[in-house]
Every structure is written in C-alpha cells, then in structure tokens.
C-alpha cells in the first residue's frame, strides 16, 4: 500500500457537485493499493498513520498524533499512487484491481474507526475533487514495500 498523508486544518471531497466526506483537523490520506496488499498490511498502515505525531505541541515541536488534537481523517482512494512513468503516458497495472483495492480500502477505514477516530472518505472509483488547507504543510509519504 501507498498512503501519501497532508496535515489539513480542512478537507474535502466532491462527487458530481455533492460534497461526500468532509473534515476539519486531521489528515488527508491519498490511499493506493497493490495487487499483493493484504488485510494485515492495511491495519498495519492505519495504525501507523493514526500514530502518526506530526502535530505541534506546546513548544512547537512535532510531537502530538491524531488523538491527541481531535483530529479526523479524509480516506480518498487513488490507484494513481502506482503509477509506472517510465513513459509519457503512465501506466497503472501496478496498482490493483478494485475486487481487491475496495475490500482493502474499506479495511484501512475501518481499523481507523475502530481506534476511535472519525472517517470521511470519497467515492472508490468516482471521479473526485478534493480540496484542502495544508497545515504546515506537513505531507508524508508510506510505501509498506520499503517500511
């Protein structure tokens, strides 16, 4: 799986005019997922965001995670995060099938949810808008091929 994480102030999604998932701190996590990715590497990468300290503490030092500021989370799901560009024109063969992605993405959702947190979350397959206020900006990277 490949998450890229932004610490917002704000998030949005948008489907066809209608916004779908919304919130105000937290994170918006860009989800990607492979072909071999499995139910134990989504709860390992949701545990891994969700204990994420990227938020300033009192001395303003990136100290304190999700948790510890009320933060909520905007799951968007992008098969673009496997993208081959050794071309022009990128391919997405790396990246998996929904039969597999959508299980998956809804597995990552729901350890979140079962932490506690809120989960908005996009349209799997949709054609999206997705706005937000970076805090910081604070945007991290996860590949669970290399950590």
Same mark, same amino acid.
């Given at each position: 799986m490949r998450a890229v994480v932004t610490r917002v102030s704000?998030?949005?999604v948008t489907v066809a005019g209608e916004t779908v998932g919304e919130i105000g701190? +937290?994170?918006?996590v860009l989800l990607g997922v492979a072909p071999e990715d499995t139910e134990d590497i989504?709860?390992?990468?949701?545990?891994?965001i969700c204990n994420l300290r990227v938020f300033e503490d009192e001395n303003e030092k990136m100290?304190?995670?999700?948790?510890?500021? +009320?933060g909520s989370l905007l799951v968007v799901s992008q098969f673009t995060l496997f993208a081959d560009t050794s071309s022009r024109r990128p391919g997405f063969t790396g990246a998996a099938r929904p039969d597999v992605a959508i299980p998956l993405y809804e597995c990552f959702m729901a350890r979140c949810r079962e932490r506690g947190f809120r989960v908005e979350h996009g349209k799997f397959g949709a054609s999206m808008q997705v706005s937000s206020v970076n805090d910081g900006p604070v945007t991290i990277l996860f590949d669970t091929e290399k950590n």
């Amino acid at each position: 799986m490949r998450a890229v994480v932004t610490r917002v102030s704000s998030a949005a999604v948008t489907v066809a005019g209608e916004t779908v998932g919304e919130i105000g701190r +937290g994170y918006l996590v860009l989800l990607g997922v492979a072909p071999e990715d499995t139910e134990d590497i989504a709860r390992k990468l949701a545990d891994k965001i969700c204990n994420l300290r990227v938020f300033e503490d009192e001395n303003e030092k990136m100290n304190l995670n999700l948790e510890q500021v +009320g933060g909520s989370l905007l799951v968007v799901s992008q098969f673009t995060l496997f993208a081959d560009t050794s071309s022009r024109r990128p391919g997405f063969t790396g990246a998996a099938r929904p039969d597999v992605a959508i299980p998956l993405y809804e597995c990552f959702m729901a350890r979140c949810r079962e932490r506690g947190f809120r989960v908005e979350h996009g349209k799997f397959g949709a054609s999206m808008q997705v706005s937000s206020v970076n805090d910081g900006p604070v945007t991290i990277l996860f590949d669970t091929e290399k950590n």
